[in-house]
Antibody, heavy 122, light 108 residues
Framework: EVQLVESGGGLVQPGGSLRLSCAASGFTFSSYAMSWVRQAPGKGLEWVSAISGSGGSTYYADSVKGRFTISRDNSKNTLYLQMNSLRAEDTAVYYC???????????????WGKGTTVTVSS | DIQMTQSPSSLSASVGDRVTITCRASQSISSYLNWYQQKPGKAPKLLIYAASSLQSGVPSRFSGSGSGTDFTLTISSLQPEDFATYYCQQSYSTLIFTFGPGTKVDIK
């Protein structure tokens, strides 16, 4: 069974740091790009970051560029999101998702984890 | 940056109704458009990819259409389990995505 399990969320003060993890199983992890998507309380979905299967290419939303770093360890089948300089507006449920790329600019997220909650507050 | 809009933002419908949700992109995105369903407290679920391709396991009452800037998600006969929020998502650039603001479908 294909599965993604996020961890690492919690309460952190403004300006603090947190590292999220996403453990993948049931598929060849290194063959797929991966992404983080977040959802603030009562709000819609916001794409945060994505990384290629090899880890050589990374992409960020403007709202987190320079503060968040996405990475992956293909030997451990794990995706990471290092979050620095956290702000109240980063409070959200963070989901990891597996990206399917059949060609051209066709990319879609076919498997999602259950999410981990990050709260930034003093 | 490509912006996505959805209409309506919410709608009330009855079981058995035909429901149509519209998504519009700020520039042409060909057919690089996906649709997701999200229920409260749950992760999103992929319904439609590439504007009109039905994801495996998704009931055939769901369909997608459109290309360029205007897209629609149609539920041909609304079922009780379809009450949820629906999001469109564009993928016109390599591994850069934008979601629409969502359309909440609730019970009339």
């Amino acid at each position: 069974e294909v599965q993604l399990v996020e961890s690492g969320g919690g309460l952190v003060q403004p300006g603090g740091s947190l590292r999220l993890s996403c453990a993948a199983s049931g598929f060849t992890f290194s063959s797929y790009a991966m992404s983080w998507v977040r959802q603030a309380p009562g709000k819609g979905l916001e794409w945060v970051s994505a990384i290629s299967g090899s880890g050589g290419s990374t992409y960020y939303a403007d709202s987190v560029k320079g503060r968040f770093t996405i990475s992956r360890d293909n030997s451990k089948n794990t995706l990471y999101l290092q979050m620095n300089s956290l702000r109240a507006e980063d409070t959200a449920v963070y989901y990891c998702a597996k990206i399917v790329h059949p060609g051209y600019y066709y990319y879609y997220m076919d498997v999602w984890g259950k999410g981990t909650t990050v709260t930034v507050s003093s | 940056d490509i912006q996505m809009t959805q209409s309506p933002s919410s709608l009330s419908a009855s079981v058995g109704d035909r429901v149509t949700i519209t998504c519009r992109a700020s520039q042409s995105i060909s057919s690089y458009l996906n649709w997701y369903q999200q229920k409260p407290g749950k992760a999103p679920k992929l319904l439609i990819y590439a504007a009109s391709s039905l994801q495996s396991g998704v009931p055939s009452r769901f369909s997608g259409s459109g290309s360029g800037t205007d897209f629609t998600l149609t539920i041909s006969s609304l079922q009780p389990e379809d009450f949820a929020t629906y999001y469109c998502q564009q993928s016109y650039s390599t591994l850069i995505f934008t979601f629409g603001p969502g359309t909440k479908v609730d019970i009339k």
